[in-house]
Structures are given as C-alpha cells and as structure tokens.
C-alpha cells in the first residue's frame, strides 16, 4: 500500500511540476470527429514535445506553422497548467474577437473538466469556475482571462502570460503588440501562434517590428537549429523573440503523398 500511495504521490509531483506531464493527462475535443470526438491529446507527437519544453525555456516564443498542427490546443493545455499549479497567475488568451478568445478559455474549461486521472484522487485538482471569457482557480488567485484584440482591451493590466492566438488575422496586432510592452518589460510570458501571412507577425518573426515597412522579408538568421524534420528554431537578436516554425511535415502522418493529394483534392489552387 506504501508503495502504491508512493507512486500516486510521485506522478502528482509530475503532474505539477511539468507541463508535457500535465498534457499525458490531458483531452482534447475534435469537432469535425463526429464518432469520437474526445481524444486523448496526442502525446506520441514528438515536435508537441518538443514545443512544450521550448514554451517551458522561452519566455517569448513566436509559432509560425502549418494549419491543423494542435498548436492551439497545446498551447492552451500549456497555460491552463501554469494557472492550475501556481498562486497568484493572471494569464491573457487573446484571439481576434471576444467569442474567438471565450473559445479558447473554454477549451481551457473543457482540458480541467475531462482530466484522464487513471488512479489519481480527484482532490489533487484545484477547484476552478468558469464564466463568460474567465476561468478561475479562486483558491490559488488564479486566473485565464480571454480578450479581444485591441490595444484599449489590454492596456490597463499586467499579466503574467499572454497567448495571442492566430496574430496574422487580427485587424490591428500591431497596436495590440504595442499596449502589451508592460507585460513583456515586465518579464511576463508572451507566446504568438499563427499561421503565416503578410504582415505585422510576420515582422516578428523575422526580427523586423522596428521596420516601417508592414510586410517583412523571410530573411532568416545564420544559425538555424534543425532538431527534427519540419521544424526550425531560431532566437532573433531585436526582439528577443525565440522562433519555432512548424512544417506540417513535422506530422509524421502528413508526410506521404497520398496525403498532399488528399488535401490538394479539398482546396482551392
């Protein structure tokens, strides 16, 4: 009995003290899955693991990527971890409009909601409340605050975090980038996924905010690390952002051609 209290004990340490641990515990909902929705979060993903020890190092860390990579899901799964485990957090989803970013919170809902504990007592998770666009955890002063983008929606806070989910759609990041210094000076979290475009992300991530240009060229730095396939990591000298982009060849099942063809088949040229 010792033995087993001693296990459950150490993988609750785990849990607590490592984000990629918290995701093996994790589900995530998939909507257009009309027969099996809830999946476990897809821990064989070597480039999620990857992400989740970067987010974990960096404190700024812009994604461009593929579509469909589970960035979002990842990303707020990182979030709701660092909220559900530690005292006194203020963390920001910030999405184009304010139904976009109370969807991200809810998904942040949903993660605390369906925990896949297998043996784990239930009263190691702290107790949480969700309402319109928050998700609290009132006994650590917690909480997951969602907003739309808009530099009036943010400047009055300092967070501790702040995800900005698809950067490239919003109508004016720039400003939006701008009213979030205080959280950035301040030594705040600042994680920017998005798929690529023309525009103020795409300045961010090729080290170029200061230009006055408002697209940027793909000039990418010397030293480029390449740790698996479809994946590059960088640190821009500016900004201080690090960056890691994502090829949807980073996918172990989006390699074959009979896959491109699939998708090829469903999209315009």
Known sequence: MAGDLDEVESKILQVRRDPWEFLKIVRT??????????????????????FTKVWTKCRLLAIPKSRRMKLSWTTIGCYTWDTAWHVGLHNAFVSKKEDDSDELVRRAHFIMQNLELSGLPKEFIPRFEYTFNKLRFP????????????????????FSGMF???????????????ASFPTLEGGGRCTAVSSPAPGFFKRLVFDQIDQKSLDADEIRPKKIHCPMQGVKLWKNPKN???????????????????WKDAVKKAMPL
């Open 139 to 158: 006994e650590l002063e917690s909480t997951i605050q969602g907003f739309p983008s808009g530099a009036d929606q943010l400047r009055q806070f300092t």
């Open 29 to 50: 909902l998939d909507q257009i899955d009309r027969e099996t929705p809830i999946k476990s979060f897809p821990v064989h993903l070597k480039y999620l693991e990857l």
């Open 164 to 178: 900005f989910d698809e950067l490239s759609f919003w109508e004016d990041p720039e400003k939006t980038y701008a």
């Open 240 to 258: 201080q952002f690090t960056v890691l982009e994502l090829h949807y060849s980073a996918d172990p099942a989006k390699r074959s051609p009979a």
